[in-house]
Antibody
Framework: QRQLVESGGGVVQPGRSLRLSCAAS????????MHWVRQAPGKGLHWVAG?????????YYADFAKGRFTISRDASKNVVYLEMSSLRVEDTALYYC???????????WGQGTMVTVSS | QSALTQPASVSGSPGQSITISCTGT?????????VSWFQQYPGKAPKIIIF???GRPSGISNRFSGSKSGNTASLTISGLQAEDEADYYC??????????FGGGTKLTVL
C-alpha cells in the first residue's frame, strides 16, 4: 500500500526556519517526481515546490517559495524534505506532500502537517 | 501568477449531470495537456480524479470525465450521487515550470 506521512510542522515565529519531512512507504520515492502543496485553513490548494524523479535533478518552485524554500530528497531513507526559511505569517497552512503519477499530476497524498507562523 | 478561475459553487440533483469549468490562459491550460482535477472532502487530502485533461486513474468512476477547449478545461460529473458532494480543484502546468490550481468549486447535491 503506497503511503506518504508528513512530519515536522509546528508553531514558529516569523523569520524563523522549519524543515518538513515526508516519508514514503510501499514505493520507491526516487523513482517518481515528488511535490509539496499547501492549503491555508478554509482556503484552496496552492502548489509549493516539486522535483523530478531521481533520474533527473530538476526542481521547481512557486514564485512565493523561490529563494526561501528548498525541496530535496534522501533516497536512502525514502524521504523528501521541504526546508523553509524566512517564514511569514502567510505561510501558515497545512502542507501536503504528493507523489507524481505522470507529470504534475498527483496520485498519492499524505495527510498533511500543519505549519503555523505566529509571533 | 493568478489562480485558474473556477465557479465558487455548483449544484445539481441526484442523477443529473454538472460541469465545472476551469479557465486559464495560453500560458497554462491552453499550452499543455497537463490539466488535472482533484476531489476533496472536508478534513481530507485531495484525490485525483482526472489527469492529462481526460485521463481517469484506475478506480475512478467513468461518471467523471474531463475535456479542454482552448484556455478552458472542464470536469463533467454524470449521474450525480450524494457522495459526489465535495470541493473540486483543477490544476495546470504552466510555461514557467510551475503548477497553478483553481480556486476550487463546492459541489452541492440537492
Amino acid at each position: 500500500q503506497r503511503q506518504l506521512v508528513e512530519s515536522g510542522g509546528g508553531v514558529v515565529q516569523p523569520g524563523r526556519s522549519l524543515r518538513l519531512s515526508c516519508a514514503a512507504s510501499g514505493f520507491t520515492l526516487s523513482s517518481h517526481g515528488m511535490h509539496w502543496v499547501r492549503q491555508a485553513p478554509g482556503k484552496g490548494l496552492h502548489w509549493v515546490a516539486g522535483m523530478d524523479y531521481a533520474g533527473g535533478s530538476k526542481t521547481y518552485y512557486a514564485d512565493f517559495a523561490k529563494g526561501r524554500f528548498t525541496i530535496s530528497r534522501d533516497a536512502s531513507k525514502n524521504v523528501v524534505y521541504l526546508e523553509m526559511s524566512s517564514l511569514r505569517v502567510e505561510d501558515t497552512a497545512l502542507y501536503y506532500c504528493a507523489k507524481d503519477m505522470d507529470f504534475f499530476s498527483f496520485d498519492v497524498w499524505g495527510q498533511g502537517t500543519m505549519v503555523t507562523v505566529s509571533s | 501568477q493568478s489562480a485558474l478561475t473556477q465557479p465558487a459553487s455548483v449544484s445539481g440533483s441526484p442523477g443529473q449531470s454538472i460541469t465545472i469549468s476551469c479557465t486559464g490562459t495560453s500560458s497554462d491550460v491552453g499550452a499543455y495537456k497537463f490539466v488535472s482535477w482533484f476531489q476533496q472532502y472536508p478534513g481530507k487530502a485531495p484525490k485525483i480524479i482526472i489527469f492529462d485533461v481526460s485521463g481517469r486513474p484506475s478506480g475512478i468512476s467513468n461518471r467523471f470525465s474531463g475535456s479542454k477547449s482552448g484556455n478552458t478545461a472542464s470536469l463533467t460529473i454524470s449521474g450525480l450521487q450524494a457522495e459526489d458532494e465535495a470541493d473540486y480543484y483543477c490544476s495546470s502546468y504552466t510555461v514557467s515550470d510551475t503548477l497553478l490550481f483553481g480556486g476550487g468549486t463546492k459541489l452541492t447535491v440537492l
